[in-house]
C-alpha cells in the first residue's frame, strides 16, 4: 500500500526557454512552481507521459543552482534513447514535463565551503559542475575554483562563451578528436600529465567533482588516485545514455 | 543502457520510500564490509529495475523495483545502512 504523503512528488513543470547549446545539445529552462531552489551539483527527475498513459522517467542535472521555481537543463541526444531525443529536437516552449526533486546531497558544491575545488568534467558532464561555476561566482566565493574541460572538439562544448568570460574559476580545455587550430596541445584524451600539469601550479589538496560519461569518470578517477590524490576526496557522478 | 550508472541516480525512486535524499546515506557492504555514500556505489540496470552493487567486491547490495508507482527494495548485501554521513 502506497503512502498517501508521497503523491504530490511530481510537479508541473513548464518549458519557458530553450536554447540549442551544440548541434546534440540543448538548455531547457523549466518553471515548476513550488520546487524552491536548488544546491549546486543536484539533478531533476524528468518524466514524461505519453497519449497512451506510458511514462518514462530520466535524471538529468541541473546547470543552475538558483533559490526559485527556476532551473536549467542541459541535455545531450542519445540517438538511441528513450527519452533525450524528444528534449532535444522536439519539446517547445511552453510544453509540460513532470519533475522530482531537487535530488542528491552529494555530489553538491556549497557557497559556504572554502576549501579548493578541482571540477572535472567529460561532455554533457559539465552541466553540474557549471551550476557549481555558477554559484561560485554568484556567491563571490573565493575558494579556489579550476575547471578541466574534456570534449572532443570546440563544437562539442556547453556553455563555452559563458565560461569564457567567468570570473573565479580557471578553465583548462581538453580536445580529444579535434583542438583549434594553433592549439598547443595535441587532441587526445585527458591523461595524468594533464592533470599533473595543475598539480604543479601549486594548490592544496583540493576537493574534486568528476562527471560524465562512465568510462571518462571512472578513467578520470583512477588517474587521480594513480597522482595521489585522496579518494575520500574524489566526488563522481557518471551519465548514462538515455 | 549498456554501461552502470552510480547512486546518484537513486535519489528520486528511493526518496519516495524513505521520504528523504538517501544520496549521502552510508552503508557497508555485507561481503566485503567497505563503507560507501549510496551516490558512490555502481548502478546496473532501468529506472524499473536496478541493481547496485558494491564499488569494492561488486556484490550485490540492493536491489531497487518500481513498478505501478510502488518501490521494492530488497536488502540482502547490506550489513548496516544509516544517515550519520
Not at chain 1, 38 to 63: C, E, F, K, M, W
Not at chain 1, 174 to 193: N, S
Not at chain 2, 47 to 54: G, H, L, Q, T
Amino acid at each position: 500500500m502506497r503512502r498517501t504523503g508521497h503523491v504530490d512528488v511530481w510537479k508541473a513543470a513548464t518549458v519557458v526557454a530553450a536554447t540549442q547549446l551544440t548541434p546534440s545539445g540543448r538548455s531547457l529552462t523549466l518553471d515548476a512552481p513550488g520546487w524552491g531552489g536548488n544546491l549546486a551539483g543536484q539533478h531533476a527527475d524528468v518524466r514524461l507521459t505519453a497519449p497512451d498513459g506510458y511514462q518514462a522517467v530520466r535524471s538529468y542535472s541541473i546547470a543552475s543552482a538558483d533559490a526559485g521555481d527556476r532551473m536549467e537543463i542541459a541535455v545531450d541526444r542519445v540517438p538511441d534513447g528513450e527519452v533525450s531525443p524528444f528534449l532535444v529536437d522536439a519539446i517547445e516552449v511552453g510544453d509540460q514535463v513532470e519533475v522530482r526533486g531537487p535530488l542528491g546531497g552529494w555530489f553538491v558544491w556549497r557557497p559556504e565551503d572554502t576549501e579548493p575545488v578541482l571540477l572535472i568534467g567529460g561532455g554533457s558532464g559539465i552541466v553540474p559542475l557549471m551550476a557549481m561555476v555558477r554559484a561560485h561566482e554568484a556567491a563571490g566565493s573565493t575558494a579556489p575554483f579550476r575547471l578541466v574541460y574534456s570534449v572532443r572538439s570546440p563544437q562539442d562544448a556547453f556553455f563555452a562563451d559563458e565560461l569564457a568570460t567567468a570570473t573565479g574559476v580557471e578553465v583548462t580545455w581538453i580536445y580529444t578528436r579535434r583542438a583549434p587550430d594553433g592549439w598547443a596541445r595535441p587532441a587526445g584524451r585527458l591523461v595524468a600529465a594533464d592533470l599533473q600539469a595543475l598539480e604543479a601550479a601549486g594548490d592544496e589538496a583540493p576537493s574534486v567533482f568528476v562527471c560524465g560519461p562512465t568510462g571518462f569518470v571512472e578513467s578520470v578517477a583512477d588517474t587521480l588516485v594513480a597522482i595521489g590524490h585522496d579518494p575520500a576526496r574524489i566526488k563522481t557522478e557518471r551519465f548514462g545514455g538515455a | 543502457m549498456t554501461s552502470h550508472l552510480d547512486g546518484n541516480v537513486l535519489a528520486g525512486t528511493l526518496s519516495e520510500l524513505t521520504g528523504t535524499d538517501p544520496s549521502d546515506t552510508m552503508s557497508q557492504c555485507l561481503g566485503c564490509r567497505d563503507v560507501s555514500p549510496l551516490a558512490a556505489e555502481l548502478v546496473f540496470g532501468t529506472p524499473d529495475a536496478w541493481v547496485v552493487r558494491c564499488r569494492h567486491c561488486d556484490d550485490v547490495l540492493l536491489v531497487v523495483l518500481h513498478h505501478e508507482e510502488t518501490t521494492r527494495v530488497t536488502l540482502d548485501g547490506v550489513r548496516w545502512w544509516t544517515d550519520l554521513a
